[in-house]
């Protein structure tokens, strides 16, 4: 999609974070942006925000429900006449634990909000995107901690973002055998992100509630976690979402299937990795204290 002025973006949980930041690089390239999110005070909030930047319009939605999808499909329609870029968000996490620790709901929610959500918003979207016969573009955000190589620590959140990637190629390989629609995994890197993933339970809905008490020490928040590695000696780099929103709209006008800062550096990975597995070998390490 190399011309996105006067075309129609939908961004999930589009509300903070990455999804926020997405969403205002996308206006100021002249797209009309419909924000969606399961947080309806900070939407409203965003909304009214991002319309200094262009047009835009905003419907709370909960990804795990197909129904909301749908609505919101029909709201795009209704506002913009069409949808050209569909922008599956939406994440959540749960804490660090091993997945014996983990509960039934722990998976449920995750999975629930990070694979199905990404699964409605193509199957309430794509349908009628095809139909229009309008080029158009799907980005799945996934994570490198589970599409690229495993993050042992965050098994549930890991699983949830390998699936996405694997669905994103199936989804894309698809779509290019005979629609004008292709599609793209953004992996958001560069450096840690202060987002709302640090976060999420705070949207966890009751029904989905733990059924039992977090280990001690096995969340954290951002700030947490940063003055933690300071009493180590050590400095993270962090990204600037703005910076990496930007660098995902230029990876869209230039038709790359995989949207990533650092992208270079991820053959040697996978090469090594590849390596270990044709040895018979797990190529993700083994996490001392944990």
């Given at each position: 999609m190399k011309e996105l002025r006067g075309k129609v973006a939908v961004v999930t949980g589009a509300a903070s974070?990455?999804?926020?930041?997405l969403a205002r690089a996308l206006l100021d390239e002249g797209m009309k942006v419909v924000l969606a999110d399961?947080?309806?005070?900070?939407?409203?909030?965003?909304?009214?925000?991002?319309s200094a930047h262009g047009e835009v319009t905003s419907q709370a939605v909960d990804v795990r429900r197909y129904e909301d999808l749908e609505a919101l499909a029909?709201?795009?329609w209704s506002s913009f006449g069409g949808c050209h870029l569909l922008c599956n968000n939406a994440g959540v996490s749960v804490a660090q634990l091993k997945v014996w620790e983990t509960t039934p709901n722990d998976w449920e929610w995750v999975h629930s909000v990070n694979v199905r959500g990404v699964m409605h918003g193509v199957q309430a979207f794509v349908p009628r995107m095809i139909e229009?016969?309008?080029?158009g573009l799907v980005v799945n955000t996934s994570s490198g901690d589970g599409g690229i190589q495993a993050l042992a620590t965050q098994s549930v959140y890991a699983s949830s973002?390998?699936?996405?990637?694997?669905?994103?190629e199936c989804l894309d390989a698809q779509l290019a055998a005979d629609t004008k629609l292709r599609a793209a995994i953004f992996y958001p890197s560069?450096?840690?992100?202060a987002t709302g993933i640090w976060t999420t339970k705070r949207n966890r809905p009751a029904e989905l509630a733990r059924e039992r008490e977090?280990?001690?020490?096995s969340e954290t928040t951002f700030d947490e976690?940063?003055?933690?590695?300071?009493?180590?000696?050590?400095?993270?780099?962090?990204?600037?979402?703005?910076?990496?929103?930007?660098?995902?709209v230029q990876g869209i006008k230039a038709g790359d299937f995989v949207i990533m800062i650092g992208r270079e550096n991820m053959e040697a990975q996978l090469t090594e990795r590849a390596k270990k597995l044709a040895r018979g070998e797990n190529p993700t390490g083994v996490i001392p204290g944990m």
């Open positions: 974070g990455i999804g926020k930041a399961v947080e309806e005070p900070a939407l409203k909030a965003t909304a009214g925000e991002l029909d709201h795009t229009s016969g309008e080029e973002k390998a699936a996405i990637s694997t669905l994103t560069g450096g840690l992100l977090v280990p001690e020490g976690f940063m003055e933690t590695m300071k009493k180590f000696g050590v400095e993270l780099p962090v990204q600037d979402l703005d910076e990496l929103a930007r660098f995902a």
